[in-house]
């Protein structure tokens, strides 16, 4: 089969130079040992970078008849350059990795015997988040039960580090979505999956480019595209009010009926205004959070434009 490796990348320069050597030898020994097709390749997807990341990546091609790049006009985002690369690559099964060789691109061989076996989705999952800060690992956690709680069919401590078969991959186009939550989106293909499993190390060079308010987006962006369950939560939490204030109702009417302690009025005007007045304000927020998501669908913009390809 043919093999084709997908790396986006945004201000990588630091990085680049050992992963292309990386993920070339690895490359190396799968065509060595007939498991892949000699005519396969790596594709860096430069998102807009800043820095020499491109010109690394142009060097590179020109090196070696294994490397390609596609280079976007501007920064889309790291799903946006993903899918990017996903779309416009060729191949039999494609394999998608972060540049900061964090995930362990050893696992890449264990993903194509999981493909050889039959399998059309094969997933990297991290065994465990010792790497991790405690709270970036207790967020990390929270975030994937939180999704799950939701509603939402997503793989535990998977991040984008998988194969797709090209039957997967074509399955992967027909969803249209703007908004888009990749590790959310795979498992809604539907077809036989398996994962691998490996330990995630410190980032080789460069810094990291999800920092706290990225990964905070990030997360509400997955939760919102994926589920209407802060929808229905409105909807509870207006009940909830319903019963409270009834209950606040009761008490306000009997102390004012069978005691000398109340002050008129105040119990009665001032605390449901600013009670119900901050519920409502909540509600509205996230009601239009879902009307942007609405707008950005409907307006059916392209995700991506590619400037360049080599």
């Known amino acids: 089969m043919t093999l084709a490796i997908v790396v986006p990348c945004y201000n990588e320069e630091a990085?680049?130079?050992?992963?292309?050597?990386?993920?070339?030898?690895?490359?190396?020994?799968?065509?060595?040992?007939?498991?892949?097709?000699?005519?396969?390749?790596?594709?860096?997807?430069?998102?807009?970078?800043?820095?020499?990341t491109w010109e690394l990546i142009e060097k590179r091609a020109s090196e070696s008849l294994h490397v390609k790049g596609i280079k976007l006009s501007r920064n889309r985002g790291h799903q946006n350059a993903l899918l990017a690369?996903?779309?416009?690559?060729?191949?039999?099964?494609?394999?998608?990795?972060?540049?900061?060789?964090?995930?362990?691109?050893?696992?890449?061989?264990?993903?194509?015997d999981r493909h050889l076996e039959g399998y059309d989705v094969v997933y990297g999952v991290r065994k465990e988040r010792t790497v991790d800060t405690p709270f970036k690992r207790a967020s990390a956690e929270g975030f994937y039960k939180l999704m799950?709680?939701?509603?939402v069919d997503i793989v535990y401590n998977h991040a984008d580090y998988r194969l797709l078969s090209r039957r997967a991959l074509e399955a992967l186009k027909e969803f249209k979505e703007v908004n888009l939550f990749l590790r959310a989106m795979v498992p809604l293909v539907g077809y036989q999956s398996a994962q691998v499993f490996y330990d995630r190390a410190e980032r080789f060079a460069g810094e990291s480019k999800y920092p706290l308010k990225k990964m905070l987006a990030f997360a509400w962006?997955?939760?919102?595209?994926?589920?209407?369950m802060p929808l229905r939560l409105i909807t509870a939490t207006g009940?909830?009010?319903?019963?409270?204030?009834?209950?606040?109702?009761?008490?306000?009417?009997?102390?004012?009926?069978?005691?000398?302690?109340?002050?008129?009025?105040?119990?009665?005007?001032v605390l449901p205004i600013y009670f119900i007045g901050g519920i409502q304000v909540f509600a509205l927020g996230i009601v239009g959070e879902y009307i942007g998501k609405i707008y950005m669908e409907t307006k059916e913009r392209p995700r991506f434009i590619i400037e360049k390809q080599i």
Request: charged letters at 20%; a negative charge; glycine letters at 10%.
């Open 239 to 269: 009940f909830i009010i319903f019963i409270a204030t009834l209950l606040m109702s009761a008490w306000v009417l009997g102390v004012k009926l069978f005691s000398d302690e109340a002050v008129p009025g105040w119990a009665s005007t």
């Open 85 to 112: 690369g996903l779309f416009s690559v060729e191949g039999d099964a494609i394999i998608s990795i972060d540049a900061d060789l964090q995930d362990d691109i050893s696992v890449i061989e264990t993903m194509v």
């Open 148 to 151: 799950r709680l939701m509603g």
């Open 221 to 228: 962006d997955g939760i919102t595209s994926f589920s209407v």
């Open 15 to 52: 990085v680049l130079g050992e992963t292309a050597h990386r993920l070339l030898e690895l490359l190396g020994r799968l065509i060595a040992s007939g498991r892949i097709d000699a005519h396969s390749t790596i594709c860096f997807v430069d998102d807009g970078s800043k820095d020499h």
